[in-house]
């Protein structure tokens, strides 16, 4: 933990997990929770630096895989680090990479295959694609979905990666597994993803003493273990207490494979185990139920591409649930999108026009639609965070639950 870096712990939920509190990095404070945006090739697609500054977001996420592959992350280093490069002043996170590298193992994008019966297959792969990871205890050797080139990412290679990136807050690289794996292999793996994380404390210890007069950069170690109490709390332990060369973590993300319903769950068991004045990550949730789940259970901050993936394909959040804007009830709706938003989509512009722009192909359909719904993400996060320090958290999670998904019945 360096001066540079610090979490503070401020309103705490009667259950003792959930809290409201403050990151401070190098580029400015965090107040926590946070929805932090996700920017994975160095942009938030469609949207500029300043609209997602002025939409609220306190700190943008990018991915090591795919800047270590485009442009480089030697060239992010030599542009001046993310920040620098993609003109946001603001906190920055990288993931270690690894989730992308291992999804490859399973069939790009494939590997959290929720939908699948109970099978167990240590083998598994996402029907009709080839292998393109391989694991082990080493690192993972992996082909680029770009050009179908050879890579090798080590947990030294992953800190070097993300050291050229520059991001305040980095994580340490993991194997990431499915819940179809075996119980076995979640246990061999578990094991091999600590042991990669002391690799990890190493070379970032190393690094940070090469690379002088840079920012502080901190790094999260990375907690998996599957849907299995035990192991998600050894992981939690193991983490939590690791020690190399003076270096412990600074903080922890959560990661891995994880059913949504247990997602509060597991959290929960980690947060329990973690120690309480270090912050900690929810890498990737999909749904404002999963947000109220991860900060009651104890999750600082989260990112969710969602929002924004979504936005592009006119589906906008609103209050009273998610609808599309291309249907034909808004040819003429001369209305927002959300009536009452405070965004800028939403002070200027009627869901007609972004009904015309989106049926036309116009980019500025996804540019509007992004800024909407990543308000609407930053604001809920904002009044949830409200409402832990008013003491009104459950009240207001029934309020927004019961009203966002009254259609679904
Ligand atoms: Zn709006």
């Known amino acids: 933990m360096s001066e540079e870096f610090g979490f503070a712990p401020g309103a705490v939920l009667d259950n003792g997990l959930g809290r409201t509190g403050t990151i401070r990095t190098p580029h400015g404070e965090i107040q926590t929770p946070a929805f932090v945006v996700v920017g994975t090739k160095a942009t ?14 306190q700190a943008v996420l990018a991915n090591a895989y795919h800047l270590y592959l485009q442009p480089g992350s030697d ?13 946001w002043s603001g906190p920055t996170f990288t993931d270690s990479g690894g989730f992308q590298v291992m999804s490859l193992g399973a069939g790009f994008k494939k590997v959290l295959a929720m939908e699948t019966e109970r099978v167990t297959d240590d083998q598994v792969i996402a029907e009709g694609k080839e292998r393109l990871a391989h694991v082990d205890d080493d690192g993972v050797t992996f082909k680029s979905h770009l050009d179908g080139t050879r890579h090798r990412f080590t947990p030294e290679v992953s800190m070097r990666v993300q050291h050229e990136l520059g991001a305040d807050i980095m994580f340490a690289f993991d194997e990431l ?25 190493a070379a970032h210890r190393t690094l940070t003493e090469e690379r002088v007069g840079k920012p502080y950069q901190a790094l999260f170690g990375v ?42 769950t597991i959290v929960g068991w ?7 004045d270090k912050p900690r990550h929810l890498l990737g949730i999909s749904e404002p139920d999963d947000l109220f789940a991860a900060c009651a259970a104890g999750a600082d901050t989260f990112d969710c591409v969602n929002p924004s993936r979504v936005a592009r394909n006119a589906a906008i959040y609103a209050a009273d649930g998610r609808y599309n804007v291309n249907t034909a009830a808004n040819r003429r709706a001369f209305v927002p999108l959300e009536e009452g938003c405070d965004c800028y989509t939403c002070t200027h512009y009627t869901r007609a026009y972004l009904h015309h722009l989106f049926k036309a192909k116009e980019m500025l359909a996804s540019t509007l639609a992004t800024i909407h719904n990543e308000r609407f993400t930053v604001r809920l996060v904002d009044r949830t965070r409200e409402s832990m320090q008013s003491g009104d958290f459950d009240a207001y999670r029934e309020e927004f639950l019961g009203r966002f998904y009254a259609s679904r019945g």
């Open 75 to 87: 060239l992010v280093d030599e542009a001046g680090g993310l920040g620098r490069f993609m003109n």
């Open 44 to 57: 938030v697609k469609a949207v500029l630096p300043d609209d997602v500054a002025a939409l609220g977001a």
């Open 177 to 201: 597994t499915t819940l179809m794996n075996t119980r076995a292999y979640q246990e061999e793996s578990l094991e091999r993803t600590r042991l990669w994380a002391e690799r990890c404390l």
């Open 270 to 276: 980690v947060a329990e185990e973690l120690p309480f």
């Open 223 to 264: 907690l998996q273990g599957a849907q299995y109490e035990d192991l998600r709390r050894k992981a939690a332990r193991d983490l939590g207490s690791m020690e190399v060369n003076g270096q412990t973590f600074d903080g922890f993300g959560i990661g891995g494979a994880l059913e949504k319903e247990n997602l509060g």
